[in-house]
């Protein structure tokens, strides 16, 4: 049987499109977040949604790649770059192109590390992302 929560498909990455790795980190941020916001404490349900949305909307996450960006290996980057510029459907209508193309990116890059494996680096990663480094 797989392991669907811990994939390591390291060998089929360069197969995958940008959308797909998006597909794959916007789940794995978002786990990210709910997984942290109870770690802290917070289980109203209200409480958690309005909190999980302003770390996981575009423009938060734009502002995130802000940080890191400057962080990322030159693969990392790379990978970064591959989301940022990939052809996706219109931003949404409460969101930016601009800051819709980023968080594109900052997805493509979560997911390539989760698929990777490379888990240590995924949770430096966030927490940069998040504020808590």
Known sequence: MKNYLNPNMTDRLCEMSAQGLAHVGD????????????SEGTWDASKLHDKAVSY??????????KRIL????????????????????????????A???AATGLETLFGYLYLSGNISRLNELFEIVIGVK
């Open 99 to 101: 800051e819709y193309h």
């Open 70 to 97: 400057p962080l990322l290996s030159e693969s990392e980057a790379d990978i970064f770059k591959r989301g940022r510029n990939a052809h996706t459907r219109p931003a949404p209508k409460n969101s930016v192109g």
């Open 56 to 65: 996981v909307s575009a423009g938060a996450q734009a502002t995130a790649v």
């Open 27 to 38: 789940a794995v941020f978002e786990l990210m977040v709910r997984t942290y916001l109870v």
